[in-house]
């Protein structure tokens, strides 16, 4: 039986590994091209979903060249948001800037006699985002619904061309995957026979048919996705061939190392081989660009701080390599990684248009140049995090490990903001905080800090300044400190993240100290880290930790706590106090962190969702 394939054609939004997401789950295969992919590469495929993106159709600078032949395959296509304008100018519309710009979720009406809303309510929930908008209709086109002036859905049934301006991939769209099967199932006319057991077969012929007999290095962190990664290798191939090693860089979290190596050595692995690698890791410098950078314990900025990890664990890997007589440039290695993950970095053979938010540490550019060796392999590259957990249970693997909250490859390093000394807040955005925090603030004072973080706003990257709130202690209203922790971001264009004092309601100025990566401050925050992920990783929650702050009022470091609930980790809201997590929780960590940690002055808890914030702080 021929598997059924939707090609998703990637115009450069950060939504895009959500709509393959989206498709996957419907059982059916999808593959992401840049949208220039020609008409060519498509044969085969039985629908097309064109991504949104930050791009402008009508722009000569910024409209994506694409193959007009791709509206001439007879094979549906969906268009989104950018997908739907440029949908519509093929076909001889108009697309404009500022007719209206929306963003965020907007009440609809739809025209259920449209095949994309069969057996939906008519009036709909949809995530808005867009600036441009369709100002003159494509001839021979209907419309199925609009808001105010804009058309927000239109479509040419016989040739079962379809456009949304909002965002049927995303959660906030209510009924989105309604629509979205109702495109792929109805539309293209597809049954769903993409199903899990045949996809584990398939990864295990893939790494039957690339390793052969030959040996391989597999990279265990101790998250699911490297144990599903050795766990598949050790079913493909002979275990004899199959090398675990696990690094413990010293950044792991408390007694993690451990309970790795225990967990992979019920799992059948013969050769499992542990470094100790804190030595190498905090002191070694790294040549990036021709440049030497670090060592680790150095560094401030987040991105040299993963590069820098990123390229260490490979020459540890190298050593390890050789102990084992292996030559490590001509010996396959096996990773983890999940499509997101390779979507997110901006890798190109995934997508060609992201914004990279962050480097991920398994895709840094010595990883790069080993993949176009052909020596990378990617066990784990056609699943997202939901599925690999269920690749996971089918396997056997543990539950304790199946479920797993993530954790960075860099670790705790990323938790451990770094800080120089310098101030680059300027006097104008001081003035601008304050005159904002007297709109919003309410009962609520707060303070802007100098130190930053990494966010997500409008598709791209953000490295901006931390506002700490206070005024109420325990006593909060949540609804109030989270709208100010949506306030700020959007209101300024310096702050990306929020997070509310718990331990004090006032506050005197805080100040910020120089901090830089070193065992003491990693061990501060391992065991602090404990105690909150011991005492919160409850459900509903899908990540949960603790972040170690260079600030203080009456001291020189500062907690925050970061929850995160989420379905695919790029959007997500922090878990709310008080509904999510009894607030009776959060006071008894507070209270421990207070009892046993002297140093610590302020502790905090992020209530910033991504966007605009991320998840990690950096
Ligand atoms: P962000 O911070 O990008 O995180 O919103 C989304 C998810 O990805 C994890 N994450 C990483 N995982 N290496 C990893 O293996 C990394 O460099 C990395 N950065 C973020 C993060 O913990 C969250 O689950």
């Known amino acids: 039986m021929e598997i059924e394939k939707i090609a998703i054609l990637d115009c450069g939004g950060q939504y895009t590994k959500v709509i393959d997401r989206k498709v996957r789950e419907m059982n059916v295969k999808s593959e992401i091209f840049p949208i220039g992919v020609t008409a060519d590469q498509l044969q085969g495929f039985q629908g097309i979903i064109l991504s949104g993106g930050p791009g402008s159709v009508w722009t000569e600078d910024k409209a994506l060249p694409y193959d007009p032949a791709i509206f001439d395959l007879k094979i549906p296509v969906l268009g989104i948001c950018y997908g739907m304008q440029l949908i519509n100018q093929h ?28 057996g939906l309510d008519e009036t709909q929930r949809v995530l808005m985002s867009h600036g441009d908008s369709v100002a003159q209709l494509a001839p ?43 495109f792929v ?44 990664s050795a766990a ?44 100790n690698a804190t030595e190498v890791f905090f002191n070694t410098p790294v040549e990036i660009d021709g440049k030497l950078v670090g060592p680790l314990t150095t560094l401030t900025d987040p991105e040299l701080k993963r590069n820098v990890i990123g390229d260490i664990f490979i020459q540890v890997v190298r050593k390890t390599a050789e102990s084992l007589n292996l030559d490590f440039d001509k010996t396959f290695w096996a990773q983890g990684t999940l499509r997101p993950d390779l979507i997110e970095s901006g890798n190109p053979d995934v997508s060609s248009y992201a914004h990279r938010i962050k480097t991920h540490h398994n895709d840094v ?17 056609d699943w997202h995090k939901d599925e690999v957990r269920q690749v996971a249970r089918a396997l056997g693997i543990e539950e304790s490990v199946a479920s797993r909250q993530p954790f960075p490859g860099p670790g705790l390093a990323i938790r451990l903001i ?18 904002m925090m007297q709109q919003v603030g309410g009962e609520y004072q707060g303070q802007i800090l100098p130190i930053q973080s990494v966010g997500v706003q409008g598709d791209c990257r953000s490295y901006r300044y931390l506002s700490a709130i206070y005024g109420a202690g325990m006593n909060f209203d949540w609804e109030q ?16 993240r929020v997070a509310y004092v718990l331990n004090k309601t006032a506050v005197a100025p805080i100040q910020a100290y120089p901090m830089y990566i070193n065992m003491e401050n990693v061990d501060l925050l391992r065991e602090i880290d404990a105690i909150v992920t011991g005492k919160l990783n409850i459900k509903p929650i899908s990540q949960v930790f603790a972040v170690l702050l260079p600030v203080g009022a009456s001291g020189k470091f500062s907690v925050a706590i970061r929850t995160i609930i989420t379905n695919d980790f790029m959007t997500g809201r922090p878990a709310f106090i008080g509904e999510d997590l009894p607030k009776e929780l959060v006071m008894e960590v507070v209270r421990e962190i207070e009892a046993n940690f002297p140093q610590i002055d302020l502790i905090m808890y992020d209530v910033t969702g991504k966007p605009p914030a991320t998840v990690e702080w950096q």
């Not at 927000?152 to 099967?181: C, N, S």
């Not at 077969?201 to 599903?228: F, H, M, P, W």
């Not at 770094?418 to 005159?435: K, S």
């Open 91 to 118: 076909f001889g519309g108009v697309v404009l800037p500022g007719v209206k710009t929306e963003y965020g979720e907007m009440v609809i009406k739809v025209d259920t006699e449209c095949p994309l809303f069969k």
């Open 140 to 182: 021979g086109f209907k419309v199925a619904a609009k808001s105010e002036a804009i058309y927000v859905t239109i479509y040419d049934e016989d040739r079962k061309i379809y456009g949304v301006q909002f965002h049927p991939e995303v959660d906030l769209t209510v009924q989105g995957k309604a629509m979205m099967a109702n």
């Open 185 to 228: 199932y109805g539309i293209c006319g597809l049954s769903g026979n993409y199903v899990l057991e045949d996809r584990i077969q398939t990864a295990i012929d893939k790494i039957r048919e690339k390793v052969g007999d030959e040996k391989i290095l597999v990279l265990v962190s101790g998250g699911v996705d490297s144990a599903v």
């Open 232 to 275: 598949l290798l050790v079913k493909a191939l002979n275990p004899d061939n199959v090398y675990a090693i696990h690094i413990d860089h010293g950044l792991m979290r408390k007694n993690e190392s451990d309970l790795v190596c225990e967990n992979l050595r019920r799992q059948g692995l013969k050769n499992l081989i542990r470094e």
């Open 365 to 381: 550019d010595i990883v790069r140049r080993a993949r176009e060796k052909g020596l990378v392999v990617e066990t784990n590259w």
């Open 418 to 435: 770094c800080y120089d000394g310098t101030n680059n807040l300027t006097q104008e955005q001081y003035v601008t905080f304050n005159q």
């Open 481 to 496: 400190i989270y709208q100010i922790g949506k306030q700020l971001p959007n209101e300024t264009n310096f702050i990306n």
